[in-house]
């Protein structure tokens, strides 16, 4: 199967819910990364985890090294949030990518 | 901030002709990266360099060779463009260790 499978490929929210992405990880992975591209096309960090949990402002992460997932959670989610999200596993030598989930926050 | 450069932002090729894309990094970073996005499989690595003189193939090195001539510069380089190769193209920097990529703006490029 495919190194790094991403979950739900698509996403819409309400103003003000939340909702969680997942990347799961066919092999055991040394750490991941989450970006969000942005309408231009710009690909932003989020986070790198090398295990446990991260937290900035509405985002939070998870990176479960032994079970092979990692989850992004988006609380109080804004219209600025929309755009496609990333995760990437980092193998060691290299990063993988997810397909990604597009997300649209409505109003 | 990491700043990593690409050029052009913008290029149409004719199929069978010779594509140069070019990366600049402002980092001092060792390891730097190409790859490409497309609808439905999100970013594909290409080829990847561990510093000067350095290029190693990725997962979809076909059609694509690579050059890293100093520290600050990495090329991706297509001998006879086709038009499976349209695609996006994002160069990225990073530092062994440390994990984290930082990427260019993404150069837009479609093969007639």
């Known amino acids: 199967g495919m190194p790094v499978e991403q979950n739900p490929p698509a996403l819409s929210l309400y103003e003000g819910a939340e909702s969680g992405l997942r990347c799961n990880f066919s092999t055991t992975m040394k750490g991941v990364q989450w970006f969000q591209q942005n309408h231009r096309g710009r690909l932003i960090t989020l986070f790198y985890l090398a295990q446990g949990t991260k937290e900035n402002g509405r985002l939070k992460s998870t990176f479960n090294s032994k079970e092979r997932y990692s989850t992004l959670h988006i609380k109080d989610a804004q219209l600025e949030d929309s755009g496609t999200y990333f995760c990437?596993?980092?193998?060691?030598?290299?990063?993988?990518f997810g397909t990604g989930t597009k997300l649209q926050v409505v109003p | 901030e990491a700043a990593v450069t690409q050029s052009p932002r913008n290029k149409v090729a004719v199929t069978g002709g010779k594509v140069t894309l070019s990366c600049n990094q402002t980092?001092?970073?060792?390891?730097m990266y190409w790859y490409r996005q497309d609808t439905g499989h999100g970013l594909r690595l290409i080829h990847y360099?561990?510093?000067?003189?350095?290029?190693e193939k990725g997962d979809i090195p076909d059609g694509y060779k690579a050059s890293r001539p100093s520290q600050e510069n990495f090329s991706l380089i297509l001998e006879l463009a086709t038009p499976s190769q349209t695609s996006v193209y994002f160069c990225?920097?990073?530092?062994?260790?440390?994990?984290?990529?930082?990427f260019g703006a993404g150069t837009r490029l479609s093969v007639l």
């Open positions: 990225a920097s990073g530092e062994t260790g440390q994990n984290t990529l930082y």
């Open positions: 990437a596993s980092n193998s060691g030598t290299y990063q993988r």
């Open positions: 980092n001092n970073h060792n390891n």
């Open positions: 360099s561990y510093g000067a003189g350095s290029t």
